[in-house]
């Protein structure tokens, strides 16, 4: 198998697709991203760091950082994080309200919006929000052994200005006892957090944590590693995850800017990027390519 060919093809195959989805239109940020653009890259368990298409160009990791969020809270908490928000897919879009109000303020898994929003929260007890940044900065360079990574402040403004229905949804909380901080300090970190830009380069290799293997840092117990990405599976495209399940058969956490982090387990740490989205939020050529890349690897956990 030559990874790179494969690489190649696919990124011919989206140059020349067509219908490319709709690039998200709520954060006016993004709405001004070029939806033309397309890019994959692949960090293997044996060292190899391999793209195509425009896989140097950064864009905005939205909620691809929740993985991330996730992997620092459960560090600082453990498995007191459990008792704040739950397991279990919701079945509902990424910044649905009505399953929250049911569930008395808990909600369903860290990766849609309340979720993650709540996971945040804990990481600012006894924390100012700008340590908490610099602390994601830090892991987030470390993972990729990159220090070039960045926080777009217009971006996050963006969303601060737009971002009514995630204060909502930390109010609603915050009324049943599970935001513990000033709402509005925990929806502007998570804004903030959402506006970290990466390239797909830069991705596929901070994704390495992930991955287990020789060649990725070991930024987490095994353990904590495999529920992560049970979580990714299950959760990580929030009501098309069983979708993503079914066609590709791996972990992934996609996030509005049009990037999705994909985890072969043991094999490689994957990142792909085109900005328009799908009706679920997710990115429409994101989500072909990694069927496709699937498809020509035989990466399923299932196979
Ligand atoms: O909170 C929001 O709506 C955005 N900052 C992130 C949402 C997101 O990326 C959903 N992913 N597909």
């Known amino acids: 198998m030559d990874l790179q060919e494969i690489l190649d093809r696919i990124a011919a195959d989206m140059a020349a697709t067509q219908d490319r989805g709709r690039v998200a239109g709520y954060i006016p940020e993004l709405a001004c991203v070029d939806p033309t653009q397309f890019a994959i890259a692949v960090a293997t368990a044996d060292g190899q760091l391999l793209s195509a298409g425009d896989a140097d160009v950064p864009f905005s990791i939205q909620s691809i950082s929740k993985a991330f969020t996730l992997a620092l809270a459960l560090g600082r908490l453990g498995d007191q994080l459990w008792h704040r928000v739950g397991r279990e897919p919701s079945g509902n879009a990424f910044n649905s309200i009505t399953q929250l109000e049911r569930e008395a303020g808990i909600p369903r898994n860290p990766f849609i919006n309340a979720g993650a929003l709540v996971v945040t929260d804990s990481l600012l007890e006894a924390r100012v929000r700008s340590e908490v940044l610099a602390e994601l900065l830090r892991f987030l360079r470390h993972a990729a052994d990159d220090d070039d990574i960045h926080i777009n402040k217009r971006v996050a403004a963006s969303e601060e200005a737009t971002g009514h229905r995630n204060r909502a949804l930390a109010e609603f909380m915050a009324a049943h006892g599970n935001i513990h901080n000033d709402p509005a300090q925990t929806c502007w970190t998570y804004f903030h957090q959402c506006a970290v830009e990466m390239s797909c380069r830069q991705m596929a290799l901070a994704g390495r944590f992930l991955m287990g293997g020789a060649s990725g840092p070991t930024m987490l117990a095994p353990a ?80």
């Open 224 to 303: 904590r590693m495999q529920r992560i990405l049970a979580l990714m599976l299950t959760c990580g495209h929030y009501d098309a995850s069983g979708d993503f399940a079914f066609h590709v058969g791996l972990p992934g956490k996609s996030g509005v800017g049009g990037g999705i982090l994909v985890i072969a387990p043991g094999r490689a740490s994957i990142a792909v990027w085109s900005p328009g989205l799908n009706a679920n939020g997710n990115s429409q050529l994101g989500t072909r390519a990694m069927m496709q890349l699937a498809a020509k690897t035989g990466w399923s956990v299932f196979q």
